[in-house]
């Protein structure tokens, strides 16, 4: 009925030369189609109700016939109640169920272990009160659909919370109706899963109990023709569809309808495609460790780019120790492949605190060049080659480091647009469908 209701409002905006007849005939069906289907309530009393129970579904003028895909009946098949203790856990959690759906409970499961954990498809389960000695438990029904939790990765399980005391306090009672249908939504999702003709149809919740009820799909028989096949094969739906229309008079009498077969279709295909342009500059940053010390013969230290810190280490032996170290991305340096060399050494004067002469003669020395597989830490020193170092003298340098620096610019985007030529034709209507700037369809309707 939905492909129906779709039709019929295509066609309208081309019918504007038909007969006054054919115009109300058509007004009429769309407001009985209105009247069906055009809000909330009445898909569900017109569409869904009858689909699933002994209702019949109505067509347009009112003619009745049978729909239903579910059985007769709709079953509580699982009741599921919990409590926790002051620990914060639940350590109350029964479920009963309905395995067959006769009406009569066949199956109790209540666990002894704490509930810690909420998830999606199972539970984890701690030491009360705490998040320690934590185990994971996955809904695993048995081969005649009888619930339990049991041991699992905690890998395979998703969407877990914390419940107890160590994540906070009455957590399970402020969040109980969420806690509820995520226990009673995991538990059904295993059975549905394994089950061909289970289906849910209806939840309710009251208090610390939640009930689920079902239905089975087709005629409940088993071998056949169950809703569950469609899954495994999607094809085989479209299949069964065309083959019960060769005795549909309703398909019959739209398909071959004189508005049906006037409007003959035709596809033309047409292209848009956005271009940019990223531009990449890459270029050389120096940047200066400078470092000094008062007299005697070593000073090392070893700086960390990344934060701009340093640290005196042996060898040193003078006193009165200062260093300048600046800050590198270490993401933009890294994350983009580059390196981090020693350049060139120089003398550095201008140390302040410092008193006697500035000493010449020494080695500039890099220990460890800064990278990316030691984190951007380096080590540097100065050597006075003389035998006589003395607190009468002071060392200073500057070593200087080159890196690069990578920087992106986007052009202005070019739009190619193949879809002009049916755009600006009168002739005919071409809806077109850019899809994000993709190869895109036109229809002629």
Not at 203 to 211: E, N, Y
Not at 249 to 278: H, W
Request: net charge negative.
């Amino acid at each position: 009925m939905r492909y129906f209701i779709t039709i019929l409002v295509a066609l309208l905006p081309c019918t504007l030369q038909a007969d006054p007849a054919s115009v109300a005939t058509a007004e009429s069906t769309v407001q009985g189609a209105m009247a069906n289907y055009g809000s909330a309530d009445a898909i569900k009393e017109n569409l869904t109700a009858p689909l699933m129970s002994d209702d019949a579904m109505k067509t347009f003028d009112g003619t009745q016939f049978s729909a239903k895909l579910g059985c007769n009946s709709s079953q509580q098949f699982l009741e599921m109640f919990i409590a926790p203790s002051a620990s914060g856990d639940i350590t109350t959690l029964q479920a009963s169920q309905d395995t067959n759906l006769d009406g009569v409970v066949d199956h109790i499961y209540a666990p002894s272990l704490p509930i810690s954990g909420v998830c999606a498809n199972g539970a984890i389960s701690c030491d009360a009160g705490t998040w320690n000695n934590c185990s994971a438990l996955a809904w695993t029904p048995s081969a005649a659909g009888e619930l339990s939790l049991a041991p699992t990765d905690l890998e395979s399980l998703g969407g877990c919370y914390c419940i107890n005391n160590s994540c906070g306090s009455g957590l399970v009672m402020g969040n109980l109706e969420k806690i509820l249908s995520d226990l009673g939504g995991g538990a059904t999702g295993s059975l549905t899963a394994q089950s061909e003709y289970l289906t849910i149809s209806e939840v309710g919740v009251s208090g610390p109990m939640i009930k689920f009820y079902a239905q089975k799909a087709g005629d409940c028989a088993t071998g056949s023709p169950l809703l569950k096949a469609y899954k495994g094969n999607p094809g085989q739906l479209s299949s069964d569809a065309f083959a019960a229309t060769s005795s549909d008079p309703t398909y019959d009498l739209i398909t071959n309808s004189p508005a049906a077969n006037a409007n003959a279709g035709d596809i033309k295909q047409c292209v848009m495609r956005r271009t940019i342009t990223v531009a990449e500059t890459v270029t050389d940053q120096f940047v200066d460790v400078r470092i000094a010390a008062q007299g005697r013969v070593y000073l090392t230290i070893e700086f960390d780019f990344k934060d701009g810190s340093w640290r005196k280490v042996s060898p040193t032996d003078g006193g009165n120790v200062q260093a300048i170290v600046p800050t590198l991305d270490h993401g933009e340096i890294c994350g983009n492949g580059l390196s981090v060399a020693a350049s060139s050494f120089h003398q550095w004067t201008g140390a302040t605190g410092m008193w006697g002469n500035y000493d010449t003669t020494v080695h500039f020395r890099v220990l460890q060049e800064p990278s990316c597989a030691n984190n951007l830490v380096g080590r540097v020193q100065i050597q006075d080659t003389t035998s006589g170092g003395n607190a009468k003298y002071w060392l200073g340098g500057r070593f200087r480091f080159k890196t690069q620096k990578v920087e992106c610019t986007l052009s202005s985007d070019a739009i190619y647009d193949g879809c002009n030529a049916y755009r600006n034709d009168t002739s005919g209507f071409y809806p077109v469908s850019t899809d994000g700037f993709k190869t895109a369809n036109s229809f002629l309707s």
